[in-house]
T-cell receptor
Framework: GIQVEQSPPDLILQEGANSTLRCNFSDSVNNLQWFHQNPWGQLINLFYIPSGTKQNGRLSATTVATERYSLLYISSSQTTDSGVYFCAADDYKLSFGAGTTVTVRA | KAGVTQTPRYLIKTRGQQVTLSCSPISGHRSVSWYQQTPGQGLQFLFEYFSETQRNKGNFPGRFSGRQFSNSRSEMNVSTLELGDSALYLC????????????FGSGTRLTVV
């Protein structure tokens, strides 16, 4: 199956800082999704981005399918951005990375 | 539009028992897939159902099974529970045509004692 690697595993930010999370995947995929897992465990869909760039408020994502990676940008981070971010490659099922745990300090 | 609904939210079972979890997908979504999340193994795919048929299956023992009903609601069953089955079980629904993303429910947290 597809292998998905996320980096860094942990990220500590000061409120207001910008950051980039990376997701590498081992093979061609149908689609790529980014999720934020809330404290209650639910996976909240952030981006559905098989290729190209999308923006949603302070978050944006870019997927370069030919080079098999995706980036999630967090700008002007806030404490509410804390949590675990997952990317998942869709090859008729979702293969998840191990996640990046983001901690934003006030 | 209602989201993906999973019941129950929390469950405590004893080793050797069996358990059934339920997932109601978003209206119009015909694909339901199940995932297990544990601290050690992360998020792992269990199986996917589409139009009442299992379409894909992950690498889990036969104790894990599922089914889907004609209204697209799905259940997963775990028999002869082991301590290692303690996990957050998440279900996701999609249109399964690749045009929309997977949407997840809030999960069922199963504790086996």
């Amino acid at each position: 199956g597809i292998q998905v690697e996320q980096s860094p595993p942990d990220l500590i930010l000061q409120e207001g800082a910008n950051s980039t999370l990376r997701c590498n995947f081992s093979d061609s995929v149908n689609n790529l999704q980014w999720f934020h897992q809330n404290p209650w465990g639910q996976l909240i869909n952030l981006f559905y981005i098989p290729s190209g760039t999308k923006q949603n408020g302070r978050l944006s994502a870019t997927t370069v399918a030919t080079e098999r990676y995706s980036l999630l940008y967090i700008s002007s981070s806030q404490t509410t951005d804390s949590g675990v971010y997952f990317c998942a490659a869709d090859d008729y099922k979702l293969s998840f990375g191990a996640g990046t745990t983001v901690t934003v300090r006030a | 539009k209602a989201g993906v609904t999973q019941t129950p939210r929390y469950l405590i079972k004893t080793r050797g028992q069996q358990v059934t979890l339920s997932c109601s997908p978003i209206s119009g979504h015909r694909s339901v897939s199940w995932y297990q999340q544990t601290p050690g193994q992360g998020l792992q795919f269990l199986f996917e159902y589409f139009s009442e048929t299992q379409r894909n299956k992950g690498n889990f023992p036969g104790r894990f099974s599922g089914r889907q009903f004609s209204n697209s609601r799905s259940e997963m069953n775990v028999s002869t529970l082991e301590l290692g089955d303690s996990a957050l079980y998440l279900c996701a629904s999609s249109l399964a045509d690749g045009t929309l993303p997977y949407t997840f429910g809030s999960g069922t947290r199963l504790t086996v004692v």
